[in-house]
């Protein structure tokens, strides 16, 4: 049995060959379509089982297209337009996961600055402007 699921993997890695394979953007099409088909269940509304599916066709498009230049382009372009909010985020999670140990300030120049919590009034100079200010902790 183990033999034939070797092959078979062996022949599934030939027939993706050449093709884009899952990227980001396929992989968030492809989560997105099954939300969209759990919400379906509790909804019952035919237009949403219906974008379900072109959602799902157009990951699976994506994954066995040959045309890798063309989807990395898109890929790149998604990319490109997740990065700020998926940035912003990250900033929030780690944040509030060190917001016991640390406080926040935020320099003119938009520079998020850290400072350990509890060692009373200190003088923070900004790394990228080198404005000094005077906080308490």
Not at 6 to 13: L, N, R, T
Not at 36 to 58: D, K, M, Q, R, T
Not at 85 to 91: A, E, F, I, V
Request: proline share 2%.
């Amino acid at each position: 049995m183990r033999i034939w699921f070797e092959k078979m993997a062996w022949k599934m890695q030939r027939f993706m060959m050449g093709r884009n394979g899952l990227d980001d953007l396929a992989r968030h099409l492809y989560i997105l379509g099954w939300v969209f088909i759990i919400l379906n269940i509790f909804f019952n509304n035919a237009g949403l089982y219906i974008l379900s599916l072109v959602v799902l066709g157009y990951a699976l498009f994506r994954m066995f297209s040959k045309n890798v230049a063309r989807r990395q382009q898109e890929n790149t372009v998604y990319l490109g337009l997740i990065s700020k909010p998926k940035r912003t985020w990250l900033q929030w999670q780690r944040r509030w996961k060190e917001r016991k140990t640390h406080c926040f300030f935020r320099c003119q120049c938009g520079t998020m600055l850290r400072v350990p919590k509890g060692k009373g009034e200190v003088i923070i100079t900004c790394p990228n402007c080198r404005r000094q200010m005077t906080k308490r902790t």
